[in-house]
């Protein structure tokens, strides 16, 4: 099946800071997804994303899918951002399965 | 608050039992999925209804099995599971199949003894 890597396993950053998350998978997809899990298991939606670059606020995400990577930009940091980030990958539009990377866990410290 | 709930929060229930999760939400959507969260495991989807019909099964073993009597409400019946099925089981809905914005419940915690 495809494998969907994520990276890095876990990122420490102080408030304020930037940074870049970075999905690849094994082969091509008709979608993808990004979603936040927060400290206390809420989940939550960010992006849906199969090509192109969206912006929500400080989050932008970014899915290149010719070369099979997509990038989460977290800018100037909140210690709200705490949590752990998934990338979800669709093989098949409308029989097709998700799989989801192992995800990367973020810790922003005031 | 994200309008959609799940009960049980917590379960705990022997391999011979049968059980229901049940998800209801209230944001009018037409999607429902049903995920699973085993500790250090990916999120696994299992099911996706759309406007009631089931559009994704992921191989998930017969006994789960999933009802969904109309477009508020999502069910998962359980019945003679396994230890290892033991996880957290996360609802979602959205305003269409494949819509970007899924909202998801708190989840129901299960243990299987």
């Known amino acids: 099946g495809i494998q969907v890597e994520q990276s890095p396993p876990d990122l420490i950053l102080q408030e304020g800071a930037n940074s870049t998350l970075r999905c690849n998978f094994s082969?091509?997809?008709?979608?993808l997804q990004w979603f936040h899990q927060n400290p206390w298991g809420q989940l939550i939606n960010l992006f849906y994303?199969?090509?192109g670059t969206k912006q929500n606020g400080r989050l932008s995400a970014t899915t290149v899918a010719t070369e099979r990577y997509s990038l989460l930009y977290i800018s100037s940091s909140q210690t709200t951002d705490s949590g752990v980030y998934f990338c979800?990958?669709?093989?098949?539009?409308?029989?097709?399965?998700?799989?989801f990377g192992d995800g990367t866990t973020l810790t922003v410290k005031p | 608050e994200t309008g959609v709930t799940q009960t049980p929060r917590h379960l705990v229930m022997g391999m011979t039992n049968k059980k229901s999760l049940k998800c209801e939400q209230h944001?009018?959507?037409?999607?429902m999925y049903w995920y699973k969260q085993s500790a250090k495991k990916p999120l696994e989807l299992m099911f996706v209804?759309?406007?009631?019909?089931?559009?994704e099964n992921n191989s998930v073993p017969s006994r789960f099995s999933p009802e969904c009597p109309n477009s508020s409400h999502l069910f998962l019946h359980l019945h003679t599971l396994q230890p290892e099925d033991s996880a957290l089981y996360l609802c979602?809905?959205?305003?269409?199949?494949?819509?970007?914005?899924?909202?998801f419940g708190p989840g129901t915690r299960l243990l299987v003894l």
């Open positions: 979602a809905s959205s305003q269409r199949y494949r819509e970007e914005t899924q909202y």
């Open positions: 979800a990958v669709e093989r098949n539009s409308g029989a097709g399965k998700s799989t």
């Open positions: 944001l009018g959507h037409n999607a």
């Open positions: 082969d091509s997809v008709n979608n």
């Open positions: 209804y759309s406007l009631e019909e089931r559009v």
């Open positions: 994303i199969p090509s």
